[in-house]
């Protein structure tokens, strides 16, 4: 019988990520496979790399790794660099690379290197920290990862704790690099940068603000909008005094130098210069209102009449597609100035916040009526407690909790830790004074990020038992009180003081008891501080809370410690949760209501009546009663 011809089948080259590729080059320096195994792979996650578990394992799978290589540049390299393995192979029995042979193998063996995928884990691709700071915020697959950076923009990274703007632009370029492999692509605008603000003086006008100054309009479909300190409007909407004056001018003095309707918006917003919440607030407002009437209405704000408020009532309740989206920077071009359907409650807010600011525009004559006097509120329904106190945690709960948080602070604090370890210590440590300065004191994530050391002292009327100490804060409209601080906060303020190179007790001792350790590299961060001392914002602070929190959750969770019902409820608490929670738990320790009205701010013992809950009780206890004597078990009915 004839010899049939055979065919060879030779298994395709194992292919590599680009993290085996920097865990080979450690390996070629003689560096030891432990410390690779640290460096390059997520020893937490086996299933992603399974050969990092052990010294042994790393080794073996890097020395297969570089015979491989070596196997594939011999079949596809130049002649020389064949000849200089060969020789290598036969005198050490395996090739001995160096740092350039290296790099000319993986030239030569191009076959060896994977090409991404969209199911492949971003630990494939990206070194542990990054991957671990990814993979926190449910982001597991390169796919996600491209979902998450077109859905969030060119803001992504800023959802992600300690990623960077750098960082982002790398991993965004690199995601592009491979945009073919992977078949998806990210939007353009993604790595757009931010609006870059101009001097002052520049940019000035019907804009009024400082910024790259964007004239809204378009169809309202696909509208060009802009926050009110970069926005101008078109010359025939401007309400000017000029050809483009407004219907609904006074004609006499005006009180104010406005030239236009923003100019004169300008000038009532300038009046709480000094409560920043609040004109945060009735900015937020008034630029809805401005957009929606230039792009949608097509009318001045100076001509709007009656019936052009109640068509703006209505798209309160129901806003376009287009003006709608996730909350956003305000400096980014997918900022909106909605994030959906506003409750009925915001939509009563709204009109009212509108119907005073074209109060005051006719009382200084800029106005010559006022067209929101004419519309009536939205129906809202008044709730029965004013004030959310469900969301306060249990007592048990809260226990738990701290006991959480000390032992995060404790974790690097023993042995030789890693210098990412300290870092992730100090910050449990800022959480960890912020939550206690709001579950112990009652604070507002407002006041607890405006809180100064200068203002913390002894009370003289502490005991030797249990020191309390005192701290005066300015609470909401612009209300100072003096609220108690307990020893365990002052405690982890000292701590944290500590981390921050400070000295909580030296004389003259001064700045924000709870500050960030470093100063992000972000331009919008660089000019806030301008050079002077660190501190959080309130949202900055409430943000670091919520983070914190949902970390403790998710850990107390897997380490059995927590029901479910309790688990759903710390990860659904916010900073202002602790607030809630002093209040609850001061009144369940028999704490004089009056006493906890004073600590916590309130302006009338009603809304502090509500940690009581005193009537609500009273009802369901006489309602109880009367069930009780309604037992109609005996009773017979006659059908006739």
Known sequence: MANLPQTLTVPPPRTYTRTDFAALRAFVQRIEPAAIARRYYDA????????????????????AMRDELVRLALLNGSSVLAEHLKTSIRRHGSARLTAVTLRMVEQAAQLAAATPSPAHGVGLWFRPLVAQRLTAEGISTLQELIDWCNRHGGSWWRSVPRIGPLRARTIVAWLRRHEATLGARVDADVD?????????????GQGGGQGTVVVIGGPPEAPRLAPFERLA???????????????????????????HDLAAIHAYLHRYRDRLATCRAYTRELERFVLWAVIVRGVAVSSATVEDCEAYKDFLARPAPAFSGPKRPRAGGRWRPFTGALSAGSQAYAVRVLRA????????????????????????VTREVAVQVERALPAQLWATVRRALETHCRAADVGHAADQERDDVRQWRIARAAILLMGDSGLRRAEAAAARREDLRLSPFSTGRAPVWALTVIGKRRRQRTVPVSAATVRALRVHWADRGRDFDAAGAGGPLVAPLVIPGTRAAQDRHGGGEASYTADALARLVRAAVRDLAATLARQGYLSPDDTVRLTGASAHAFRHTFGTGAVARDMPVDVVQQVLGHASLQTTSIYVRAGQQRMLEAAARYYAGDDDSDVTVNPA
């Open 192 to 204: 757009e940068r931010e609006l870059a603000p101009v001097a002052a003086g520049q940019g000035e």
């Open 233 to 259: 409007v078109p010359a025939e909407l401007s309400g000017g005094n000029d050809t483009h004056r407004g219907t609904n001018r006074a004609g006499a003095f005006a009180f104010i130098r406005a030239p």
């Open 44 to 63: 937490d996650d086996p299933d992603q790399a399974p050969h990092a578990a052990t010294s042994e394992a790393m080794a073996r799978y890097l020395g």
């Open 357 to 380: 600011a074209f109060a005051w525009l006719v009382d200084v004559r800029y106005l010559a009526g006022n067209p929101w006097a004419a519309v009536t509120d939205p129906v809202t």
